[in-house]
């Protein structure tokens, strides 16, 4: 995504931001753990427009096409329009991601303690809900055929092998690499911990969600989490008795990177879209570029 030549100071995977007002820029060093950072926010979006819209275009052929692919393209649409969301903090400094990549767990079977393997899939801010199904499908394709699972599954592998000691010593090289901006780009792209967002789909197994914790190690600033959808029985202003349809949200985010009232934006945006599936059916009119 990014067509900005890489200057001192800047990471494989984003650019630093220099224009950041001065408290954003100590908020790293106040909070130096990304947990210590966390926005923790429930929301329940109604989704009987968007349930009808997906039904008639799984019948238009798109199978699977499911909440969790409007959300992501949710997402995406809004970093089209507030890209300080796909930011990320590294060795206490802010950064511009250069592409937007979602990461999520995929499971060949429902039953306990089946092995998931996670994916990540890279988007662009021009993305359409019809982008993110095609994308989607072909990595997770790529995943579900191969006996050995995702590349960040073999490299857990083969650490999960090392002697305790040889283990903790590594993570310890891996997270001071890391600070630094040394990691290896392999290795970035393999990482299930350096992304813009991570989402799970816990209403595919027919529970609420959770409130699911971002990582220190990496630069994850984002986690989703939505459930199975549910009936509410509202009144309207005639005393007419309605069904709606809800799914229930809950996200944890990163403070480092925006603050609260952008966060905000970002929800009042997805409300939008939820009335509107149609927005994220077609590619932007303009995309934001961030500040620099």
Same mark, same amino acid.
């Given at each position: 995504?990014?067509?900005?030549?890489?200057?001192?100071?800047?990471?494989?995977?984003?650019?630093?931001?220099?224009?950041?007002?001065?408290?954003?820029?100590?908020?790293?060093?106040?909070?130096?753990?990304?947990?210590?950072?966390? @926005?923790?926010?429930? %929301? =329940?979006?109604?989704?009987?427009?968007?349930?009808?819209?997906?039904?008639?275009?799984?019948?238009?052929?798109?199978?699977?096409?499911?909440?969790?692919?409007?959300?992501?393209?949710?997402?995406?649409?809004?970093?089209?329009?507030?890209?300080?969301? @796909?930011?990320?903090?590294?060795? +206490?400094?802010?950064?511009?991601? @250069?592409?937007?990549?979602?990461?999520?767990?995929? +499971?060949?079977?429902? +039953?306990?303690?089946?092995?998931?393997? @996670?994916?990540?899939?890279?988007? %662009?801010?021009?993305?359409?809900?019809?982008?993110?199904?095609?994308?989607?499908?072909?990595?997770? =394709? %790529?995943?579900?055929?191969?006996?050995?699972?995702?590349?960040?599954?073999?490299?857990?592998?083969?650490?999960?092998?090392?002697?305790?000691?040889?283990?903790?010593?590594?993570?310890?090289?891996?997270?001071?690499?890391?600070?630094?901006?040394?990691?290896?780009?392999?290795?970035?792209?393999?990482?299930?911990?350096?992304?813009?967002?991570?989402?799970?789909?816990?209403?595919?197994?027919?529970?609420?969600?959770?409130?699911?914790?971002?990582?220190?190690?990496?630069?994850l600033p984002m986690y989703i989490s939505f459930g199975a959808k549910r009936h509410?029985?509202?009144?309207?202003?005639?005393?007419?008795?309605?069904?709606?349809?809800?799914?229930?949200?809950?996200?944890?985010?990163?403070?480092?990177?925006?603050?609260?009232?952008?966060?905000?934006?970002?929800?009042?945006?997805?409300?939008?879209?939820?009335?509107?599936?149609?927005?994220? %059916?077609?590619?932007?009119?303009?995309?934001?570029?961030?500040?620099?």
């Amino acid at each position: 995504m990014s067509k900005n030549k890489r200057r001192y100071g800047d990471r494989k995977e984003g650019r630093l931001i220099r224009s950041l007002p001065p408290f954003y820029k100590l908020i790293p060093y106040m909070t130096p753990h990304r947990c210590d950072r966390c @926005n923790q926010h429930e %929301e =329940s979006f109604e989704v009987s427009v968007v349930d009808k819209r997906l039904r008639q275009l799984r019948v238009s052929g798109y199978k699977e096409m499911s909440v969790l692919h409007f959300l992501i393209a949710a997402y995406i649409r809004a970093v089209s329009m507030m890209p300080g969301l @796909n930011r990320f903090v590294a060795g +206490r400094r802010v950064y511009a991601r @250069n592409d937007i990549e979602i990461v999520l767990s995929v +499971r060949q079977d429902r +039953r306990a303690g089946a092995p998931a393997a @996670n994916v990540k899939v890279s988007f %662009e801010p021009t993305d359409t809900i019809f982008d993110v199904y095609r994308k989607i499908n072909d990595r997770v =394709s %790529e995943i579900l055929v191969s006996e050995e699972g995702s590349t960040a599954d073999e490299y857990a592998d083969m650490a999960s092998r090392l002697p305790r000691f040889l283990l903790r010593f590594t993570m310890s090289v891996l997270k001071f690499m890391d600070y630094y901006g040394w990691l290896p780009e392999g290795a970035i792209n393999a990482s299930p911990f350096h992304g813009s967002m991570a989402i799970s789909d816990l209403g595919s197994l027919g529970v609420s969600p959770v409130y699911h914790h971002i990582y220190n190690f990496g630069t994850l600033p984002m986690y989703i989490s939505f459930g199975a959808k549910r009936h509410s029985y509202e009144l309207n202003r005639k005393g007419e008795m309605l069904d709606k349809k809800y799914v229930d949200c809950k996200l944890v985010m990163d403070e480092g990177i925006v603050d609260a009232h952008y966060y905000a934006q970002l929800i009042q945006a997805f409300k939008v879209m939820f009335s509107h599936p149609e927005i994220v %059916e077609t590619p932007p009119g303009k995309v934001i570029d961030d500040i620099y």
